[in-house]
């Protein structure tokens, strides 16, 4: 007779901000974890310190039993005030104290990354402004009518004072991913953000922007000194970006890989920390036009001369990467069965040509 078990649900600590990513299994866990991190006044008698363990751990269970219990989180007033730029809300809250260039939203994240995410050019110069005003080195960027070139960062005292988002991201950052160029021009000339500034797990502006297919802007970041050949933590180069872009328009798409293997000399063949290629990646993600790209179009035959990429490059490409998975494994796990058909059988097309082109080698060891 097979025992019965007791549901153990995953459950997010009520006392902690609901930001927090923790989780913890079952009512064990979560007890376990308040005693921990939130453990009960030292005043409290030993059954009311057990009793407010017990509450809250049961607190917590509770509402991960009932999903239509949830936390509600408000947005400060400023957030919505810099994705608006709304200038006049930023100096009120700024003049009754509910905000200054310091202040974060749940994620980290500060009015000037808000209002360069949100295309908000004159909301940037504001909030900036404010921020240079308490910096002795920043100070003499102000007014923004010149480039400045001789800016010391080392010196600066108000970027100290900023908390960090909670994935390394700023303002130049934002402003890439979303293809606001004049926003980033004005970031790079004007108060000499870092270009090639990466996040915590290694993502420059550049990666940003290929990820965006913003073609524009990367070609700008690169004059300005972006360095193409930067990888993620991971291993990924440009191309891992560009194959799992979430951009839907193939011509855009197409512009960006020609850009980045003609121009800027990327091979498409590298492969990451888990022994996959772009190929792997776009197929994962059910990037058509990049797959396109790579192999031609999937409603007719593979023909390689055809192709931009040479066959000795394709065949790195389909090869299978550390978990023993071949780009068509991977469309076909994440649930693309037509990509997962074409790629599968262009696969075996690589594979016989190649063996094809052996056999025409001839063996040295046979006299002539």
């Known amino acids: 007779m097979k025992r019965s078990r007791e549901v153990s649900k995953v459950c997010q600590c009520t006392l902690c901000p ?86 974060t939203d749940r994620h980290g994240a500060t009015a000037e990354q808000w209002c360069a995410g949100s ?27 010149t480039e400045h070139q001789g800016f010391d960062p080392n010196t600066c005292t108000c970027e100290k004072l900023l908390k960090t988002r909670r994935d390394g991201r700023n303002a130049l950052h934002w402003a890439c991913r979303n293809g606001h160029f004049e926003i980033a021009i004005f970031l790079l000339f004007k108060c000499c953000f870092n270009v090639n500034a990466a ?36 291993g990924c180069d440009l191309a891992h ?34 022994g996959r290629t772009p190929l792997h990646k776009a197929a ?6 990049v797959i396109c790209w790579f192999l031609g179009p999937m409603d007719s035959s593979f023909i390689h001369e055809n192709l931009k990429l040479p066959i000795f490059i394709l065949k790195q490409c389909i090869a299978p990467d550390a978990a023993n998975k071949c780009p068509s494994d991977l469309a076909l796990k994440a649930g693309h069965l037509e990509s997962a058909k074409f790629l599968r059988s262009v696969e075996a097309s690589i594979i016989q040509l190649d063996i094809s082109n052996a056999r025409k080698i001839p063996d040295l060891n046979t006299p002539t």
Request: aromatic letters at 10%.
């Open 18 to 103: 609901p930001s927090s990513h923790k989780r913890y299994r079952g009512l064990r866990g979560i007890r376990m974890h308040i005693e921990t991190v939130h453990p009960p006044s030292a005043d409290l008698a030993p059954t009311d310190a057990e009793m407010y363990i017990e509450t809250s751990a049961t607190a917590a269970y509770e509402t991960a039993m009932n999903p239509t219990v949830k936390r509600q989180y408000v947005s400060p007033r400023w957030v919505d005030a810099a994705k608006n730029g709304d200038i006049d809300l930023l100096e009120t809250l700024n003049q009754v104290n509910e905000w200054s260039f310091g202040s």
């Open 119 to 145: 295309n908000q050019l004159h909301a940037l110069k504001y909030c900036i402004i404010k921020r240079y005003e308490t910096c002795k080195s920043h100070c003499a960027l102000i007014p923004f009518e």
């Open 199 to 234: 996040t915590f797990d290694g993502t420059t502006c550049l990666m940003y922007a290929v990820f965006g297919c913003h073609l524009e802007l990367a070609k700008e970041l690169v004059k300005y000194g972006a360095v193409p050949e930067e990888k993620s933590n991971w």
């Open 241 to 274: 970006w560009i194959a799992i872009s979430d951009c839907k328009d193939t011509s855009r798409v197409s512009s960006m890989c020609d850009w980045l293997f003609d121009e800027l000399n990327l091979e498409f063949s590298q492969i990451q920390k888990e």
């Open 284 to 289: 994962y993600k059910n990037n058509i036009a």
